[in-house]
């Protein structure tokens, strides 16, 4: 069927499964010829992740991958990517995959962890919607419904209890929920003691990213990448303070008691530059209750710098 011929990855196909809440996206890989797959984001947090990496530098994607992607791939892809197991899989099901993005197989894509083997739960989930959507791209393929992507159209797909039968239509693609949490500090005596400390004409960099560099600790589990918190001089590229997470760690509690014990001993910062408007998630409450001006979207160069030969030291342990 090859639907990259005919999709491009922002032309998105919306499937409504029967009592679920939120929609799954699908995105179509391979039109640009560089990668061939499915990709299935469920729920907004996933289809938000995705509108993200479209809009981010390419320099920045590698890291971003691994920083904020959530999603099911079905690839088509080479022989040599696939497992042992994967091979054999496909050679008992008596299935032909021959040549060059002709061999399909599956990963988890998961925020700070290594694309991994779908668990029982995901193969169901992919394969309902994977079922979903070859019903859904035929009334496109068939020309029975025609939908203008360019115009932030897409085909939703859902099932009406009422009539006992699935629908397609074509509607506006809608507005993706905003995650406006924000974690809140209401330590009085906390918030007393930062106010007091004398600001610095110092700005920082304030980050956590995900190192490349997979561990397993079972065979069973799926490979995380560690998390990487540091305090980076603006100007200097210094690096001030740094740390490494444990992978069941709570790092936003990290994080506070990172910035707060870094202020109780410079003071408080010029400004806190952030690599992007989700680390608001944190320290937009704190920052605004001791007045301290937080900056993004303006790049991370000493952190950049940190992280690539951080990582070059531990792959040469």
């Excluded at 079922?131 to 025609?146: P, R, S």
């Excluded at 069941?248 to 400004?271: H, S, V």
Aim: aromatic share 12%; charged share 25%.
């Amino acid at each position: 069927m090859k639907p990259w011929h005919y999709l491009w990855d922002t032309d998105l196909i919306t499937i409504l499964l029967p009592h679920s809440q939120e929609p799954i996206y699908i995105s179509v890989m391979g039109r640009n010829g560089a990668c061939y797959g499915i990709g299935v984001y469920p729920g907004y947090k996933s289809i938000a992740a995705f509108y993200r990496l479209l809009h981010m530098p390419e320099n920045e994607l590698p890291a971003a991958m691994m920083n904020i992607q959530n999603c099911l791939m079905c690839y088509y892809g080479n022989r040599d990517e696939l497992s042992p197991n994967e091979r054999a899989i496909i050679k008992a099901l008596g299935l032909k995959c021959r040549g060059e993005n002709n061999w399909i197989y599956f990963r988890s894509m998961k925020e700070g962890y290594y694309p991994w083997f779908l668990n029982s739960e995901q193969v169901v989930l992919m394969t309902q919607a994977l079922q979903n959507f070859v019903m859904a791209f035929k009334y496109i393929l068939n020309g029975k419904i025609t939908v203008r992507f360019e115009e932030n159209e897409t085909l939703l797909r859902l099932y009406s209890e009422e009539r006992k039968e699935w629908l397609n239509t074509v509607i506006p693609v809608t507005p993706i929920p905003v995650d406006s949490s924000r974690y809140v500090i209401d330590n009085k005596d906390l918030l007393h003691k930062l106010n007091c400390q004398k600001p610095s004409n110092m700005s920082i960099e304030f980050d956590l990213v995900y190192l490349s560099i997979p561990f397993q600790d079972n065979k069973d589990e799926t490979p995380y990448f560690p998390g990487f918190l540091s305090i980076v001089e603006r100007n200097s590229g210094m690096c001030l303070s740094q740390h490494i997470a444990d992978k069941d760690e709570e790092t936003e509690i990290t994080m506070i008691n990172m910035l707060c014990d870094f202020m109780f001993k410079n003071g408080k910062p010029n400004a806190i530059y952030i690599r992007d408007d989700r680390f608001l998630l944190y320290i937009a409450d704190l920052c605004k209750k001791i007045n301290v001006k937080i900056i993004y979207g303006k790049g991370m160069p000493g952190t950049n710098e940190l992280v690539m030969e951080t990582t070059k030291l531990m792959r040469n342990r």
